[in-house]
């Protein structure tokens, strides 16, 4: 006699069993984005009326006539037509593009060799703050040590100029030496936020690529050049771009050495944008030139991204 031995049945859950788990787990999905919304809420608030409303607000403006205070009238591109053949904002645009030409390389060439330096040397944190000091100093304080640095007669610049025999120019008042001029104040005091930079990602090249450089017998500059400068690529790349942006924005040193009515000779664009907007109140014109500084930088660094993958080397 053969016993047939059934499998045990189960009983099927009875309907709506599993809701409450799933209605639990939704109210807790929401309870999540609303609390990731609660925490980003300042700074999209911030981003919204600080920087998109503004960007708006200066391509609104660049189309249009206002002076701040009537009516808006229509402008359509004169604007852009005026920023285009005048011919003081050309000259103004030639200063940006010197200033930048001296400024970032010269700050980024002396931030290496400084922090490659500092690198065999002991009590680096001492070093740091001691090129560091200048970021953190307020660009009036910074002026009135150029200013006394610069002058003519008394400068101690120009005097140790004369001891070597060289010509000692008249520095914000010469056309040749105005840009050059901010320029070492721009690479004086930007130089130890780079430094900082630079020690850092000195600090990320992998030691056992050095030391198998060592054993291979590899020179000093053999070792810079085909280890540390393409592993330091990417802070390159990064202090490039922030820089040429900065370079572009510079206005503080203009205002604070040569005041309201700056020289033809040491203008740069921003400086333009203040006056045109501020001092002429043609807030459409000025608006005008920030479009097309707007542009510029946007175009200069999508280059910089786009020529990256030829000479950026990213560590695994």
Known sequence: MTTTVRPPTRTPPRSGAGKPARS???????????????????????????MLGPLVFAVVLSVSHWDGFGARSWAGLSNFSTVLHDPQLR??????????????????????????????VKRKSFYRTFYFAP???????????????????????N?????????APDWLQDAR???????????????????VMMMAGLENVPRTLLEAADIDGASEWQKMRRITIPLLSPTIL?????????????????????G?????????????????????????????????????LLALTGLQLLAQKRWVHYTE
């Open 260 to 296: 309201a009515n700056a020289p033809a000779s040491s203008r740069t664009v921003v400086y333009e944008i203040y006056q045109k907007a501020f001092v002429e109140f043609d807030f459409g014109l000025g608006s005008a030139i920030a479009v097309f500084l707007f542009a510029a």
């Open 159 to 167: 005097a140790l100029l004369r001891q070597v025999g060289l010509p």
């Open 238 to 258: 990064f202090l490039s771009v922030t820089s040429v942006i900065g370079s572009f924005q510079i206005f503080d040193y203009i205002y604070v050495f040569m």
């Open 177 to 195: 030496f105005v840009i050059p001029a901010f320029a070492l104040v721009g690479i004086w005091q930007g130089l130890g936020y780079q430094i």
């Open 91 to 120: 000259t103004s645009a030639k200063n940006t593009i010197w200033y930048t030409v001296l400024s970032v390389p010269g700050t980024m060439l002396s931030a290496f060799v400084v922090a490659y330096l500092l690198q065999k």
């Open 24 to 50: 639990g787990s939704k109210q807790r999905w929401r309870r999540d984005n609303l609390a990731g919304y609660l925490f980003l809420a300042p700074q999209l608030i911030g981003l919204l009326v600080f």
């Open 135 to 157: 970021v953190v100093t307020s660009t009036v304080a910074v002026a009135a040590i150029w200013l006394w640095l610069f002058n003519p007669e008394i400068g101690p610049l």
